[in-house]
Structures are given as C-alpha cells and as structure tokens.
C-alpha cells in the first residue's frame, strides 16, 4: 500500500503550538486510518496493543476527550475519505449515555470501563509478568503460579472495593459541577478527588468542597450508589479510574513477600502489560471489534 504526503494546510484547526507533533504525524498519515486518542501515554499503549495494524492505522494523540471529539467532527467535514475515528475514555458517562452516544456516531468508540488502564488488569498476564521480573526466582514461582494469581486477583479486587466511595463522590462532585454550571455558566468547576487522599479524610474533603452537611452527603452517596447498580467486579471498573489502580496495585503488590521489588514507574509497567497482551494476542472485546472494523473498511 502506498501513502500519499499530505502536504495541505487542512489541519489548521489544531492546536499549533502545543500539538505539534499531532499535525506532523497527521500530515504524514498518507492513506492509512486515522485514530485520535486522548493524551501520549493512551498514544505508547494503543501502538503497542495494535503493532501489528501500525501499517494500516495511525494512532494520533489530541491531548484529551474533548479535543478528540473535536478533531474527529472537523476532520470528517475537512476530507471527504472519511478515514477518521476517535477513543475516548468512559469517565462520568453511565452505561444509557454510552449506548446513545455509540449508536450516534459509531466513528467514535467509548470504552465500556472507565479508562484504557482499567482493561490492563487481567490479574493472569499480571502474575506472569511479575514471575518474570527476576529470572533467579522463576523456579521458585513455577510452585506458586496458582496462588499468585489468586493473590494478584485479590489484590485488584480489594483495590476496587476500598476505592469505590471515591468514585461515587467524584460522580457527586460531577453532577454537582453540572447543576452549578447551568445556573451560573462562570461557575469554577470543583476538582475531583483523588486515591491520594487519605481514605478517612474523604468526607471531611468532599465537605469542605461541596459545603454541604453529613446527612446531605450521606444520602446523595446512598443514591448514587443505587443508581450505579454494583452487580460485578466490571461494574467497578466503569466508575474508577484504571491509572488509579494501576498505581496502587505496585504498591500492594510489593507485600507479597516472595516477589521481587517493582522498579517500573506507571507507565513501564502499563508497557509491559501492554507487550504482555500483544505476545500473546489477546483481544480487548469490545475496542477489539472496533479497531477490526476499522481495518476492514481498508479492504
């Protein structure tokens, strides 16, 4: 397959100054399928997951959600190829919006979890990973493969649970950004919380940022828990944050005590994930079936 320069001014709507690199790859994406994604490091995994598809898609970053619905719509009304597609991650969108918004544009996809990371924590390619980072142990860890899976498991798991009361008080901080704004569109959005704050200081945070009282507080968690509808270990995954557990799960995962030390920052570790995923083809279901879609419409 051939590809053509696209030499043309046509990408003039982005953002010169601070997504350069963007316009530059856009530019010389020739005919191949193009597909914004959010930031840099949702940019490294993607080409990582899909190496084998680089020949006919170009993954281009856009420097966050909006800026990825954004450049898909004028890209689309720009060229009349229509090789565009976006991802984006799930963040604040409960389960009817996806739907909607999936069958209204099915150019963008939306993952089914809450970010990309949250799909890297299948706790069998994690057990593996982690049993080889130390070849003098592996002898060791072929006795213990099972129950390190189990603990890898449990681990995620326990994450998911202890962290869920700060995904539905940034549900709540979200729906109150919104009310906010809609009665005054110069209200500051409040910011989010974060896995850092200590757990026991979440109310007296989410208080002092919503000043609002403890019942109050209380019966909207009581609410937005219902609402959620927290039927399975996926469900949580739709409402935190993948980046989140990932960095919380080196840390735990450094008590078991017949492991190595993880030395891997966030983003080496997701990139072993992601290579270990690759290695051994294993298909994310649904963002699978969309990348497949895509390659299809090549031939």
Partial sequence: MEFEKITSNKYSFMDQKNNK?????????????????????????????????????????????????????????LDDSKRYYGIIDRDFINDTERKEKLEKNNRLYIHNFYTLENYLLDYKILSEILKTKDPYLENNLKQKEKKLEEEI??????????????????????????????????????????????????????????????????RKIEEKNKSLKFQSIDDYHKILSGKKIIHQLRKDVEKIEYLPTINDNDLDFKIKIAEKYNEKNIKIKELGDFIDKIVKEIN
């Fill in 21 to 77: 690199n963007a316009i530059i790859m856009l530019r010389e994406s020739g005919t191949k399928q193009v597909i914004f994604v959010e930031g840099i490091e949702d940019l490294i995994i993607y080409k990582i997951l899909y190496k084998n598809y680089l020949y006919q898609i170009a993954f281009i970053e856009s420097k966050g959600c909006d800026k990825v619905s954004e450049y898909l719509d004028k890209s689309l009304k």
């Fill in 153 to 218: 498991k449990f681990i995620i798991e326990t994450i998911l649970k202890d962290y869920l009361i700060y995904g539905i008080c940034n549900w709540i901080i979200k729906d109150y950004n919104m009310e906010e704004k809609n009665k005054n569109p110069k209200f500051e959005k409040i910011g989010y919380l974060t896995i850092g704050i200590v757990k026991d200081k979440i109310e007296s945070s989410i208080y002092h940022k919503l000043k609002i009282e403890e019942n109050e507080l209380n």
